[in-house]
């Protein structure tokens, strides 16, 4: 019996014992635990706004993947998924993936079909082959069927971090759906789950001036990992649904004009905030912390920088550093600080979207309307000034006043001056003097900022004229 009763006194002590701790370092704030990973500025700073989450989500998401053949990446992409902390939210799973190897018609539909993941339903999985374009695929994957169905938007060669998922809900929640009535929150079409530390249009390194911790709105999308709001969505979609098959989605003075079209969307959306003067919201945490990674920034052999990303800590996120939206800094097309939505590049630069051709010549009649004819059938041509230099000689047709199609060769034949309809408006310009320097006239028919001048004698090619 006296055994008996000191092994039950002991077991009781223990149990008082660790109860003590237990209680201690749950009452203990997690900023204050030591952590050679996170230092304590780390910590705090990076408590941005994530606050006690409610217990059924009045949201739900739609993940995208969007997957290129490299299973290898893939693989480590979806083991990082499926570490992720669950959400309240509902949540489903696209996954669109471009097979270009050839290693049977349905091998890769086969293996992305045997996936499974603990806390979401797979509801699709497409292949497509390599002749349809990423920019279709993306623009085309999600249609929001509510405003309150948010999409989220990932790459197969990135890693996510455990939290990625938490943050992508409480954000929305706040800053998109709360917010939902508001002017501002009607510009945002969606939070960034990465930092921003290139500046796409002048291609250089950026960082804003602003303090770590304190989220920012930017007139430029990010890369991957993105949290989309519905409503800006579908008024994308419509947008570049309504854009010529021709265009090129250029905005004046920016090295995105060089992005190839077919190979991403992102040319388009970048086009889109532009001309709607629409924002993203960047999180802003810590340079050296992310929410989502391109694998090979993660395999830099830095012990400290791969542990932040992938520790399981769950990092403070405290209500009282969160920032109200209407206070955020705001940052234009050209990553340039402004003081309000109203400062935003918000035009539709269409004088950048076409170039006109001045051409100038001086008696070559006979080639000059084969030169016309070439050119006018460049998509990228808004009109053509003809600089005539002869003084004597003239031009042996005319431009028609209208549109309409003309019988060209019956007028010719019939010995009058022919009246030629083109495809673009052409105007000539009868000059009182000869010079080449006329072909720098600024005339007043130019209504673009991109002027290409040449000489009549030669046909350049159109892929040779196309810029980016």
Request: some cysteine.
């Amino acid at each position: 019996m006296k055994v008996k009763h000191k092994r039950l006194v002991f077991v009781s002590l223990s149990t008082i014992v660790l109860g003590v701790l237990y209680a201690a370092f749950a009452l203990y704030p997690i900023s204050k635990i030591h952590s050679p990973i996170l230092s304590d500025d780390a910590i705090a700073t990076s408590t941005l706004f994530l606050q006690h989450q409610p217990a059924k989500s009045k949201i739900s998401f739609q993940v995208h993947i969007f997957f290129k053949d490299d299973l290898t990446k893939f693989e480590r992409f979806w083991d990082s998924l499926n570490k992720s902390n669950p959400i309240n939210s509902s949540m489903t799973i696209f996954i669109h993936a471009v097979q270009l190897k050839r290693k049977g018609k349905n091998w890769l539909q086969n293996r992305l079909n045997a996936l499974t993941i603990r806390h979401a339903e797979i509801r699709h999985v497409k292949v497509y082959d390599k002749t349809r374009s990423i920019r279709d695929i993306v623009t085309g994957a999600w249609f929001p069927k509510s405003k309150t169905e948010y999409g989220i938007f990932l790459t197969y060669d990135t890693e996510l971090s455990c939290q990625f998922l938490q943050h992508a809900e409480v954000a929305a929640m706040k800053y998109i759906y709360s917010a939902n009535r508001t002017s501002i929150a009607a510009k945002v079409v969606g939070i960034s789950l990465q930092n921003v530390q290139h500046n796409p249009v002048d291609n250089i390194k950026w960082s804003p001036a602003v303090e770590p911790g304190t989220p920012y709105l930017l007139q430029f999308p990010s890369s991957q990992g993105i949290v989309l709001a519905p409503v800006p969505w579908i008024k994308f979609r419509s947008w570049a649904n309504s854009q010529p098959p021709s265009s090129l989605s250029l905005i004046p003075n920016s090295m995105t004009n060089r992005w190839n079209s077919e190979s991403t969307w992102l040319k388009d959306f970048v086009k889109f905030m532009h001309v709607r003067g629409m924002v993203m919201l960047y999180l802003n945490f810590p340079t050296e912390f992310s929410l989502v990674k391109k694998q090979e920034d993660v395999l830099i052999k830095n012990s400290r920088l791969e542990s932040i990303f992938l520790s399981d800590r769950n990092i403070s996120l405290r209500s009282e550093t969160s920032h109200p939206l209407s206070n955020l800094p705001i940052f234009n097309t050209y990553f340039k600080k402004v003081n309000s939505l109203d400062d935003l590049v918000h035009h539709n630069p269409e004088s950048f979207d076409k170039c006109t051709i001045v051409m100038n010549t001086f008696d070559r009649v006979d080639t000059l309307l084969d030169r016309i004819k070439y050119y006018q059938t460049f998509p990228l041509v808004d009109r053509i000034v003809i600089v005539w230099n002869h003084q004597t000689l003239k031009p042996h047709f005319d431009v028609a006043s209208s549109h309409s199609q003309q019988n060209t060769e019956n007028s010719i034949m019939e010995g009058g001056k022919p009246e030629v309809t083109f495809t673009v408006p052409v105007h000539i310009k009868l000059q009182s003097n000869s010079s080449l320097n006329n072909r720098y006239i600024p005339f007043e028919e130019i209504r673009t900022d991109c002027v290409i001048s040449m000489d009549d004698d030669f046909d350049v090619p159109h892929n040779h004229l196309a810029y980016r």
